[in-house]
Antibody, heavy 122, light 110 residues
Framework: EVQLVESGGALVQPGGSLRLSCAASGFTFSTYWMNWVRQALGKELEWVAN????????FYVDSVKGRFTISRDNAKNSLYLQMNSLRADDTAVYFC???????????????WGQGTLVTVSS | QSILTQPPSASGTPGQRVTISCSGSSSNIGSNTVNWYKQLPGTAPKLLIH???LRPSGVPDRFSGSSSGTSASLAISGLQSEDEADYYC???????????FGGGTKLTVL
């Protein structure tokens, strides 16, 4: 059974940092693009970033470029999101989602985690 | 303002057929596959339709997708009470180099 379990969400002050993790199981993690998607309370889904199987390619939504870094550790079947210079509008539930096996340019996310809440507030 | 435009709401009675539209541009729907998601309150989205009109295993054939040019549609036939949820379209955008989602459509079963 495919499972994605996020962790690391917390209350953090504006300007602070946080690292989210996503533990994957039930599939060959190293063969899939992986993604982070977020959703503010009552708002629409917003894709944040994705990363290639070997970590050599990464794409980000403009609003997080230069502040967030996506990474992965295939030996640990884990996906990460390092978030720096956090702002109030980064407050959201952050989901990790399994992407495509071959291409980056896919919005097909067949498996999602349950999400972890990040709140940016003083 | 979302890159992909969906109606904020839709409704129907049990047994009816409803459609939800998703309008984009040549850089997203016009050149990349469209995917549809269903989301119940407080839960993660669930993939309903991928590659325009394909259903993952376990998704009833009451759900179907179509597209034409820079627009796509999700159709739900034989509407059931458990179909009440938020529905999102999504596609890769070649200009933005990222995935774009629609603003979501809240479906109410009357």
């Amino acid at each position: 059974e495919v499972q994605l379990v996020e962790s690391g969400g917390a209350l953090v002050q504006p300007g602070g940092s946080l690292r989210l993790s996503c533990a994957a199981s039930g599939f060959t993690f190293s063969t899939y693009w992986m993604n982070w998607v977020r959703q503010a309370l009552g708002k629409e889904l917003e894709w944040v970033a994705n990363i290639k199987q070997d970590g050599s390619e990464k794409f980000y939504v403009d609003s997080v470029k230069g502040r967030f870094t996506i990474s992965r550790d295939n030996a640990k079947n884990s996906l990460y999101l390092q978030m720096n210079s956090l702002r109030a509008d980064d407050t959201a539930v952050y989901f990790c989602a399994r992407g495509h096996v071959r291409v980056a340019t896919s919005a097909r996310f067949e498996y999602w985690g349950q999400g972890t809440l990040v709140t940016v507030s003083s | 303002q979302s890159i992909l435009t969906q109606p904020p709401s839709a409704s129907g009675t049990p047994g009816q057929r409803v459609t939800i539209s998703c309008s984009g541009s040549s850089s997203n729907i016009g050149s990349n596959t469209v995917n549809w998601y269903k989301q119940l309150p407080g839960t993660a989205p669930k993939l309903l339709i991928h590659s325009y009109d394909l259903r993952p295993s376990g998704v009833p054939d009451r759900f179907s997708g179509s597209s034409s040019g820079t627009s796509a549609s999700l159709a739900i036939s034989g509407l059931q009470s458990e179909d009440e949820a938020d529905y999102y379209c999504a596609a890769w955008d070649d200009s933005l180099n990222g995935v774009v989602f629609g603003g979501g459509t809240k479906l109410t079963v009357l």
